[in-house]
């Protein structure tokens, strides 16, 4: 043990929790912070035995990530102590039909922070509620993953601005109703960071804080049992260092794994999280959660460690600072996406399954795998919701269950090969341009990267591309939780492939679907004879709708049987005497429900989006790529 501190370990009683709470009260803690912790820290403690149990100096430890949160909730400025108990009293803020999210680059999209400032009116024309900042830190020179490689999570990159520049920007969104999301990139830090550097002079204590190692042995041995994440950069799971040595790096080079088994990390850590939410950040996407623990034998991925790591984070939160949500990342099979969901780990997610059955169901031209996921993996936990999206800064991968999609005769090694050459437009007939990310020849295995408009068909001229645009925004607004848009998307921006010219771009397709802001597009958006303008006018239409339906807010949906494989379909109760109906035909061409397949639905129905009443007793004609909304009286 490295510290210099004497050491003790924890007990599994609570006697640990009365004496530190003891302590508090002996030091005059704070009225207002004392509840918190008589409410968190015996879950804090609990998590920690069985965490870091085993460890001599876990008591000690605990005691000093108590003693952070109370000098971390001491500097916390009263405009987010007012937010923290507003949120408290109203926890399901976040489930509102007003909810919009939307994504950034910060230097793409606005050349820097003041640049964001200088875009809240359009944010507020699009009705955003919630930013995401894509990463923001200090990082290295040329590739630093789009800022996923962080050399300190307390300065901005200098380029985009300061870390003051960054605490206004939070003030002045929020006083525009929105809240300010960034990256937790808590899995890794880059080679760059002040503990790395250390790790590297050899200062044993950080050392300790990755997972480096004298030669291969181990390495094999992990590797035996884990999957390459970036196998264009390097094999496996592992970078040698200079000197020889092995260290554990699952995605670039110079992405250094930390090592969570050391308590010392886990403060460290939640130091960090606890001074970006006294910035004013008030959602922290936590990255790549399923690859923050790692045991010998097994994936390495979503073990039970890192769902206690994630739940221990969330503990301290709720002391220093209870006004913010985890979002989770975790881009793996849906079982594991669910199992990161719950009030007291990550209160919200990104919704994988659907954003990449969206896009399945657009190009088989059937609907029956993605209504499957809706029917039976798309209910969550009270208190939280999904993040749902068309297609986000990463790459997409077919995450879909193959039990799943057995059940309806596809096998899904043949079906990911097929989606992936439809989607980077080797499939006969396809519309779409996309490009392969990572593909493996060891495995087959590839995912596809391109932006919605070009991957919808609008890039190769399809007429139908604008339509697959909307049909597919139309989806991720009303399956419920808070839609999130990738901002220039709903003005039809395509794939930018200049990213190929730029060194440290070419290496990672990646690139080709996040473009500087799409100016023309932005300057077309109110000229109908434009895609922008067009794809434009109907996706603001749609989210005007949407904020005014309560039926769409919250989670609750159940799936709708329409008998035809190309419609996904189903009801959104609300609690005011009506429902809203979804019903969205993937296919070319059109389809009718039939009378009888809606005999089971009031016949008066209301169309939200164009506000015709529309009569369901005759059936229901949907146009090729059309999504109606209905509202119809519940029965
Ligand atoms: C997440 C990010 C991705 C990044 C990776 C490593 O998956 O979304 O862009 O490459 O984490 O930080």
């Not at 640990?16 to 918190?36: K, N, Q």
């Not at 208190?383 to 059940?407: C, K, L, M, P, Q």
Request: charged share 25%; glycine share 8%.
């Amino acid at each position: 043990m490295h510290q210099a501190f004497p050491v003790t370990q924890l007990r599994t009683d609570h006697d640990d929790v009365s004496e530190i709470i003891a302590d508090l009260l002996a030091d005059g803690v704070d009225r207002e912070f004392l509840p918190h912790v008589e409410a968190h820290l015996p879950r804090l403690h609990d998590l920690f035995v069985q965490l870091y149990g085993e460890r001599p100096d876990g008591r000690e430890r605990l005691a000093s990530v108590v003693d952070l949160a109370r000098r971390s909730w001491a500097l916390r400025p009263t405009e987010l102590k007012a937010i923290d108990r507003e949120r408290e009293s109203e926890p399901g803020w976040f489930e509102s039909e007003r909810m919009l999210g939307g994504v950034c680059y910060v230097d793409r999209y606005a050349g820097g922070l003041g640049g964001i400032r200088e875009a809240i009116p359009y944010f507020q024309e699009l009705g955003l509620t919630y930013l995401h900042l894509m990463p923001l830190f200090e990082s290295p020179e040329g590739n630093s993953d789009g800022g996923y490689a962080v050399s300190s999570y307390r300065r901005v990159n200098p380029k985009l601005g300061t870390m003051q520049e960054l605490s206004e920007l939070a003030a002045d969104l929020r006083r525009a109703g929105i809240s300010l999301v960034v990256d937790f990139i808590f899995n890794h830090t880059s080679n760059e960071h002040r503990w790395a550097r250390k790790a590297i002079a050899g200062d044993p204590a950080y050392e300790d804080f990755y997972l480096i190692f004298p030669d291969r042995e181990m390495p094999d041995a992990y590797e035996r049992t884990t999957r390459e994440i970036f196998p264009d950069d390097h094999p496996g799971s592992f970078v040698q260092l200079d000197d020889g040595r092995w260290i554990w790096s699952t995605f670039y080079h110079f992405q250094w794994d930390l090592n969570y088994a050391n308590p010392a990390v886990f403060e460290a850590m939640a130091g960090e999280m606890l001074f970006l939410a006294n910035q004013g950040v008030e959602i922290l996407r936590m990255d790549a959660v399923a690859f923050i623990w790692k045991r010998l034998g097994t994936t390495c991925e979503s073990l039970p460690e890192a769902h206690l790591l994630l739940q221990a984070f969330n503990a301290v939160l709720r002391m220093a600072a209870p006004g913010l949500l985890f979002k989770s990342e975790a881009i793996v099979h849906p079982d594991e996406v669910i199992s990161y969901i719950s009030p007291d780990e990550c209160q919200i997610s990104y919704n994988p399954l659907q954003m990449a059955l969206t896009w399945e169901a657009l190009a088989t031209r059937d609907g029956r795998l993605l209504q499957q996921a809706l029917e039976r993996r798309h209910a969550l936990p009270d208190g939280t919701a999904w993040v749902n999206y068309v297609r986000s800064h990463d790459d997409i991968g077919w995450t879909f269950a193959d039990e799943d999609a057995a059940e309806l005769g596809i096998d899904g090694y043949p079906h990911r090969r097929f989606l992936n050459d439809f989607y980077v437009g080797r499939a006969e007939g396809t519309f779409a341009r996309g490009v392969p990310f990572q593909e493996n020849p060891r495995t087959g295995d590839a995912r596809v990267t391109g932006t919605t408009a070009s991957l919808a068909g609008i890039e190769a001229g399809d007429s139908a591309g604008e339509d697959r645009v909307v049909l597919a925004h139309a989806l991720a607004l009303s399956t419920g939780g808070i839609p999130l848009l990738y901002l220039g998307d709903e003005v039809a921006q395509l794939n930018d492939y200049g990213f190929a010219d730029r060194p440290e771009e070419s290496g990672d397709s990646r690139w080709v679907h996040r473009p500087f802001r799409p100016a023309q597009n932005y300057a077309d958006r109110a000229d109908a004879g434009t895609p922008a303008g067009r794809v434009f006018a109907r996706l603001a239409r749609l989210l005007a709708v949407r904020r005014s339906t309560p039926e769409l807010a919250g989670n609750e949906l159940i799936a709708f049987d329409a008998h035809v494989a190309s419609i996904v379909a189903f009801v959104r109760p609300g609690d005011a005497g009506f429902d809203v109906v979804v019903m969205a035909n993937v296919a070319d061409s059109p389809v009718t429900v039939d009378a009888l397949t809606l005999s089971g639905l009031r016949p008066e129905a209301l169309d939200l989006v164009s506000g015709a009443p529309t009569w369901l007793g005759a059936g229901l004609p949907l146009a090729a790529h059309e999504v109606r909304w209905l509202r119809v009286r519940s029965r």
